[in-house]
């Protein structure tokens, strides 16, 4: 009988041993009472707090649910600035975790402080649904980095626009406030190649004292691949135009920039086709793109805003060229995130 | 795990060095290897012609004036099958096809081809081989073609067409699968403790590759099957016990293929005799194992050159347990079974859960060869028990590599076998009776229930009962010539409760019913039935890769009613030889006063001749 007693035991150890019997008991999704059942909102949107202060660090967040998960867009918008934030998420509740606004911005321009914003709940399957609120920006957002300018003061001595520079249009090019990306003003730069048809149009250099540092730019970073540089460039998208920027580097080791003296350029490869974008746009890229090394980047003294019209293809006469630009920033790790 | 299996193959083993004796086991092929040294060659095959009228009717082609009434089609066949013997050892096969279609002349319709083909040897009288063409089934949950659906108790009325639709896909009553590949196996016997031994492995290719991508796809595995000894001979107690693996892969070296999959289920399936005594006997038996299924990826360096190795992305692994007892009456000839199931519900095995029934193919839509597209929208028909019945593109011996769609109105419980994951409960079972017998009945049941939800919490409940009798009439009265009533039903209720949404509530009965009467000798009247009803809703998911539900349509709402009546005569001129003239009438009633209802008016006539 050993024997028996030795197969028994064998037997269970294999039974037992070889099925454990567990398994996973999540529901295989989608739900179907999300596929299949009616939608009903069961409270109403709200804000978790009347105003909202995002200089200072703070956020809101909206709260709303459903009956059921679904597609969900919550808009907010300025109401003076315009400006547009999105937020989209699927699930049967709004709240802190998938509903919170920092102050960003989906579209341009950013959102200003002081003003009030419209919030707009719908849900694009159920046509019929919105629930609005709204909220007091008492500040706007504030992004990390080093800005070197948001053109909102008078660039003054800081921007040098060299003696030859007729072809820009005087009454266009220069501080403006009917667009701005961010603020009051922005810096637009507009002209016509066609004085002397070399597909220049104009440059305009600003000075790193613009940041408000000493004369050279004091980055968070002077590692290339870790520093961004960030702005916003506008575009009508009007043909033949093309703009380009460059860094320059203390070339004469007086640690501020001297026209026609510093004249060691960085700049990316691509120029920037004003064709291919409408509205404002935020460009960002590492400065390694540019070639730039670490030492040099310690020594950047300026940058060059120059304004081409690509006379291969204009016509005759040529038609204006133009762009605008806004918050110039560097900054690190990553490119800005709005 | 792995260091059990380790501990259990280094017992073996140790067994296998106490063995005593040796002998060689049959490698399951049909033909007998000679006996002498003398080459012999053997010709033999199976002759069909069969002719077919279908005519359609019924409330659909009211307005529907594209379908064409009536169609006819058959065929005349010759499978011609040689075999020879050269010697003692070695035994080849091959079946060579002729077929020609109703209406085919002058090269149309016409064609020759090597149905099967094989050898088979034995190596040393020791070691059987075989390499070609074979069908092979291992257990259940690893390499097995669970049966058909929408059938219980065939009446003979029917059987013809259905036995038409076996031969073609390779079917058989051992639930065998038809694989392409080779093969080796034997046995040893011992003298204490164990009995014998019999071990067995194959390999065979199961897809082609294309070139492009599409991979070799290859399935191998092997049985170790040990008995013991009789420990007790006054209550008879022994052990059987078996040890099954089988591995499907793709071979990602064939073709520009980059992504494969890897699927294996280990398993071990015992069968204990507790009792064994003249009058009765009790077994505890069951199988226990895991699966486990991989996405193997081809990777390539910077380079583009190709690294000859695979890394494993996405994986899943269940397990499963069936456990069981099974009471004989002997001199009663009544048996009883339960067991209880728990199939996990990622349990995957390619080679088990393949359904012979193709309701989708590839372009989710079914392969039906009339009647596809009826009535004025030209929708594709639903498959019917008619269909069923006669059409055998619906039917395939393919290994799947994911669940293939199935028609809840026919099988809902266990629509993929014993295999069907993500369900558990009770099965039982009773027996009655022997084919010949006056009586020969049985009983099979499941009370089971679904493991995980699918788009709820809530759980799918099953119940099937199915039920069979066959009465051997002309043995109550003692009458020369046979009289056989043939009965057999089939409910499934599948419920589930939650919200409006949630609720699943679908019953489906199957009623079977056949006469047949030996007016003279060997002249048979031929009568049957088939009448189905299917009601309620239910929600079949659209699965994606590794078996994931990648959504729900709508819920399935049927109304449906399904009569099938046959009427026939049968004469048998030798065993295996016979000729049969019938005429079917099908109804399918999709709800009161639906405009799609139609129904099928069928004549056929068909001569079988097995020599």
């Known amino acids: 009988m050993n024997n028996i007693k030795i197969l028994y035991v064998f037997y269970l150890f294999l039974i037992l041993g070889i099925s454990g019997c567990s398994h996973d008991t999540e529901p295989e999704m989608p739900n179907l009472v999300d596929r299949f059942g009616p939608f009903t909102g069961l409270s109403a949107l709200t804000a978790s707090q009347p105003t909202v202060d995002f200089a200072a660090g703070e956020t809101v967040f909206f709260n709303a649910t459903f009956n059921k998960n679904v597609d969900w867009i919550l808009e907010i918008t300025g109401a003076v600035s315009g400006s547009v934030k999105r937020i989209e998420g699927f699930s049967s509740e709004l709240n802190a975790s998938n509903a919170t606004w920092d102050g960003g911005t989906t579209e341009f321009p950013l959102f200003r402080a002081e003003e009030t914003v419209n919030v707009v709940l719908t849900v694009p399957e159920e046509g019929e649904f919105m629930e609005t609120t709204t909220v007091e920006t008492l500040s706007s957002k504030q992004y990390e980095g080093l800005l070197l300018t948001d053109f909102e003061q008078e660039l003054g001595s800081n921007e040098v626009v060299g003696n030859f520079e007729f072809e820009f ?9 009917d667009i701005p990306a961010q603020g009051n003003f922005y810096y637009n730069l507009a002209g016509m190649d066609d004085v002397v048809p070399n597909f220049f149009v104009g440059l305009m250099d600003l000075k790193a004292e613009l940041a408000g540092g000493g004369g050279t730019l004091d980055f968070p970073t002077t590692v290339p691949e870790e520093l961004y540089f960030n702005y916003f460039i506008y575009s009508d998208r009007v043909p033949h135009g093309l703009a380009i920027i460059e860094f320059f580097i203390d070339g004469n080791g007086t640690g501020t920039y001297e026209r026609d003296q510093d004249t060691q350029t960085f700049r990316i490869a691509e120029d920037i086709d004003l064709n291919t974008f409408e ?43 133009a762009y605008g630009l806004d918050y110039m920033i560097f900054t690190e790790g990553s490119a800005l995130q709005l | 795990m792995k260091n059990l299996f380790t501990k259990i193959s280094l017992l073996l083993g140790m067994i296998l060095l106490t063995g005593l004796s040796l002998w060689s086991q049959d490698g399951g092929s049909q033909a007998t290897i000679a006996d002498e040294e003398k080459a012999q060659i053997r010709f033999n095959g199976l002759g069909r012609t069969i002719i077919n009228r279908t005519e359609i009717g019924g409330e659909i082609l009211a307005s529907d004036s594209s379908t064409v009434g009536q169609v006819t089609d058959g065929e005349f066949l010759l499978d011609l099958k040689v075999n020879a013997t050269p010697n003692k050892s070695s035994e080849v096969q091959a079946i060579l096809r002729l077929r020609n279609e109703f209406g085919g002349f002058f090269g149309a319709g016409q064609s020759i081809e090597v149905r099967e083909l094989w050898a088979r040897g ?74 014998d031994m019999e071990v067995s492995s194959f390999i065979a290719r199961i897809r082609g590759t294309d070139f492009t991508t599409i991979p070799n796809r290859l399935i191998t595995g092997g049985q170790l099957d040990l008995s013991t000894v009789t420990f007790d001979d006054s209550l008879g107690i022994k052990a059987d016990v078996g040890f099954n693996l089988i591995h499907t892969f793709d071979d990602l070296q064939s073709g520009n293929a980059v992504t ?62 069936d456990v069981g007892l099974t009471f004989k009456l002997k001199k009663q000839k009544l048996t009883i079974s339960a067991s209880y199931i728990d199939i996990g519900p990622d349990f995957f095995s390619m080679g088990a859960q393949s359904k012979r029934i193709e309701f989708e193919n590839n372009e989710f839509r079914n392969n039906k060869t009339y009647y596809d597209r009826i009535g004025t929208n030209r929708l594709e028909r639903q498959v019917s028990l008619f269909d069923l019945s006669r059409d055998r593109e619906l039917y395939t011996f393919r290994t799947a590599d994911r669940l293939m769609a199935y028609d809840p109105r026919y099988s809902n419980t266990l629509p993929y076998g014993d295999a069907t994951p993500n369900r558990k409960g009770l099965k039982f079972g009773v027996h009655y009776g022997e084919e010949m017998d006056k009586i020969n009945a049985w009983v099979d049941g499941a009370f089971l229930t679904e493991i995980r939800g699918q788009g709820t919490t809530e759980l799918k409940d099953f119940t099937l009962i199915k039920a069979a009798a066959d009465f051997n009439i002309h043995q109550f009265l003692d009458w020369k010539n046979m009289i056989k009533a043939t009965f057999g039903v089939q409910y499934e209720s599948t419920t589930r409760g939650g919200g409006e949404f949630e609720v699943v509530d679908l019953n489906s009965t199957l009623i079977d019913l056949g006469l047949e009467v030996e007016i003279f000798s060997k002249f048979d009247l031929l009568l049957g039935a088939k009448l189905f009803n299917s009601e309620g809703r239910d929600y079949v998911p659209i699965l994606t890769g590794f078996n994931d539900v990648q959504d729900f349509p709508a819920p399935l709402v049927f109304d449906d009613e399904e009569t099938m009546l046959g009427l026939g005569i049968k004469y048998e001129f030798k065993k295996d030889i016979y000729m049969t003239l019938q005429y079917n009438h099908f109804e399918s009633v999709l709800g009161t006063d639906n405009p799609d209802n139609y129904d099928f008016q069928q004549f056929f006539v068909l001569y079988n001749m097995e020599f």
């Open chain 1, 169 to 177: 249009n005087p009454m266009t090019t220069g501080r403006q406030t």
């Open chain 1, 279 to 321: 509205g404002w746009q935020l460009m960002s890229y590492p400065m390694s793109d540019t070639g730039i090394s670490q030492e040099q980047l310690e020594n950047v003294v300026a940058l060059r805003l120059l304004l081409i019209s690509n006379m291969n293809t204009q016509p005759s006469p040529p038609l204006e060229v």
């Open chain 2, 122 to 195: 034995i190596i040393a009288d020791f070691v059987k081989y075989r390499v070609g063409d074979m069908d092979l089934a291992m257990s259940p949950y690893t390499l097995f073609s669970p049966d058909e659906e929408g059938f219980v108790n065939k009446p003979g009325v029917f059987q013809p067409l259905k036995q038409v639709i076996d031969y073609e896909q390779f079917y058989t009553d051992e639930n065998t699968r038809r694989l392409q590949g080779g093969k080796i196996d034997f046995g040893l016997n011992f003298g204490s403790v164990l009995e």
């Open chain 2, 260 to 321: 494969g999959i890897r699927n294996t289920v280990y398993t071990v399936d015992y069968d204990l005799t507790v009792l064994d005594k003249d009058n009765m006997s009790l077994n505890l038996a069951g199988e226990s194992g895991r699966s486990e299924v991989k996405r193997a990826e081809r990777i390539t360096d910077n380079e583009g050159t190709e690294e000859n190795v695979t890394i494993e992305g996405t994986e899943e692994d269940d397990t499963f347990m």
